[in-house]
Each structure stands twice: as structure tokens, then as C-alpha cells.
């Protein structure tokens, strides 16, 4: 869809940039000359080629996005260099704009120094939200797809823009798990050069390591527990990912350990790989899994009872 509509932006930017070529060679001719007037001639002129070149700088910018579109197929990526393109054509084009207002680039330059001033203790907050976005851009601290936690914001990034960035909350003032609450949360990206992020995404790092506890009692065969809880996280894991090479399958190889809690039970922790988006869902699968194999067995496993538990 989105390379549908960058191909109608070429196709339009392509039949202006025509016209604009038309307009710069027809006020020479004496039939428009003799109506508008031959002083305004060289002002029309101008006038059309500076149209014309930004035209083609966004004509250049959209071909580039529909490159980028086709090419590369890491989201984050993807809508960063989008951004980036749209920026510096944005740029450009206010260098023509400048470049017709005033005579000389030595005037605009002198201009925009005065402008950049002023402006510079007037927008800190903006300039410093923009001067962390291309931090963002350069570094990658988080890109759109990722799931984040900074300054007690955590959720899924859905878009950086050039002031600020933002996220599908996860957990939130009503939730105690990692779903999303379905909140909006937009946050300046000048937070970035001040706070600490975590991301629990990446492309390196696709998974995160989480655990679950059952409680079981001193009495229970804490190797027949092992064995369960290993073969159903195991199992879950190989079914969501069955293209996982043997060497991933061994780096993310859940593990089982125990200890004691507060109410005199033992624990059983098993210790497993998750994507961030998946933690609340895979929990649960290694419970329905696990539950059924060890209350099948009442002689090996045996779970708190009482008012106790």
C-alpha cells in the first residue's frame, strides 16, 4: 500500500515537473511577453525553475523512499531512513526557497545565521528534541517495532517522529502483565539524553530471558518436576520457532532451578527465552502444559494444601 501511493506521488511530481519545464521556456515567447509584460519575464523565469528544482528534489526523495521500501525489510530501519529522506528533502528545498527570496547565498546565509539565533533561545526544548532524534537515527537506541522502558514508560514504539516518540503502553495503571493497555503514551525525545533505556528488542537479541514458579512440597520428585518443566517450555519453544538452527536452539536452552519461599514450600523456577511481545502468552502455555503432566502423577508431585499455600 505504501509503495502504491509513493508510486502516485512520482507520477504526479513527474507531470508537474514537465509543466514547470513548459512555463520557463513559454513566458520567452513574444505572445506572453506582449500580456504579462517583459519586466516580469525574468521574475516568472526564476519563479518556475526554482519550482521546478524542488519538485524534482521531492521527485528524487520519493524514487529514493520506494528504493528504501523495496530494499529493506527491517521496519525500524525502514521508517528511519524514510525520515531521514523526507528530512533532507525538506531541507533542500528550503535552500532553493532562499536562494529565490534573496540575491545571493551570502544574504540567506547571513539571514538564517540571525533567524537560527533567535529561534535557538526561543525553541530550546524542540531543538534539543530534534538534535536526539538524529542521535536516534545514528546510534539506535530503539527503533519502531521495539519494546522499551525509559523514565517508567514501557510499551511497543509505533513511531519517532522529530520531537518526540511514541509508544502502545504495556502494563500500565491497570494491567499486571506485559499486554498492551491500549493507551497512547508520547514522550520529547530530548528524554533520551537524560534517562536510561532499556530495550527489550533488537536484532541481535530477539528474545529475553523470563521464569515462572510452581510450588511444590520437600516430598515431590524435584528431578520428575525438572524433567516436565523442560519438556513442555522446550517443546512450546521449538513449535513457535521450528526454523531455529541447533546452535540457537542450545544458546537459548531453558534451565530449572529451586528454591525456598517464605510459607515453608519449595519452588520449582523454570527459566526460559520469550519475546518481549509474547511474555504473558507464553507463560500461560508452559502452566497448561505443565499442570496436567504433574497432577497426573500424585505419587511424584505433591502441591501446598491447608490454609497455607
Not at 533532507?88 to 547565498?105: D, E, G, K, R, Y
Not at 533488537?202 to 510450588?215: M, R
Request: hydrophobic share 45%.
Amino acid at each position: 500500500m505504501k509503495d502504491q501511493k509513493t508510486g502516485y506521488w512520482i507520477t504526479i511530481y513527474g507531470i508537474v515537473a514537465a509543466l514547470l519545464v513548459a512555463i520557463y521556456y513559454l513566458v520567452n515567447l513574444d505572445v506572453f511577453n506582449s500580456w504579462l509584460g517583459y519586466k516580469y519575464t525574468p521574475l516568472l523565469q526564476k519563479l518556475s525553475l526554482s519550482l521546478f528544482i524542488i519538485t524534482m528534489i521531492f521527485l528524487s526523495s520519493k524514487i529514493v523512499a520506494r528504493i528504501i521500501i523495496a530494499q529493506t525489510h527491517n521496519e525500524g530501519d525502514r521508517y528511519n531512513l524514510l525520515r531521514i529522506t523526507r528530512f533532507l528533502a525538506i531541507v533542500f528545498s528550503l535552500i532553493v526557497v532562499a536562494s529565490f527570496l534573496f540575491q545571493n547565498l551570502l544574504a540567506a546565509a547571513a539571514t538564517f545565521g540571525l533567524l537560527s539565533l533567535v529561534l535557538g533561545f526561543a525553541l530550546q526544548a524542540p531543538i534539543t528534541s530534534f538534535i536526539a532524534w538524529v542521535y536516534l537515527v545514528f546510534r539506535r537506541s530503539y527503533l519502531v517495532g521495539d519494546r522499551i522502558q525509559i523514565k517508567g514508560f514501557r510499551g511497543d514504539v509505533v513511531e519517532i517522529s522529530y520531537l518526540d516518540t511514541s509508544i502502545l503502553e504495556c502494563s500500565g495503571d491497570y494491567l499486571v502483565n506485559d499486554r498492551r493497555s491500549g493507551r497512547v503514551v508520547r514522550f520529547p525525545n530530548s528524554l533520551i539524553l537524560r534517562e536510561e533505556i532499556i530495550n527489550y528488542s533488537g536484532p541481535e537479541t530477539p528474545f529475553i530471558w523470563n521464569e515462572t514458579a510452581i510450588q511444590v512440597a520437600f516430598t515431590s520428585d524435584l528431578q520428575f518436576v525438572e524433567e516436565c518443566l523442560l519438556e513442555v517450555a522446550t517443546k512450546d519453544f521449538l513449535d513457535r520457532y521450528p526454523n531455529l538452527s541447533k546452535l540457537k536452539q542450545e544458546k537459548w536452552k531453558p534451565a530449572v532451578y529451586f528454591r525456598n519461599n517464605s510459607y515453608a514450600w519449595m519452588e520449582a523456577v523454570i527459566s526460559y527465552p520469550v519475546q518481549p511481545t509474547d511474555t504473558t502468552g507464553r507463560r500461560n502455555r508452559i502452566l497448561k502444559g505443565v499442570l496436567p503432566l504433574l497432577n497426573a502423577a500424585p505419587n511424584k508431585v505433591q502441591f501446598p494444601e491447608g490454609a497455607i499455600r
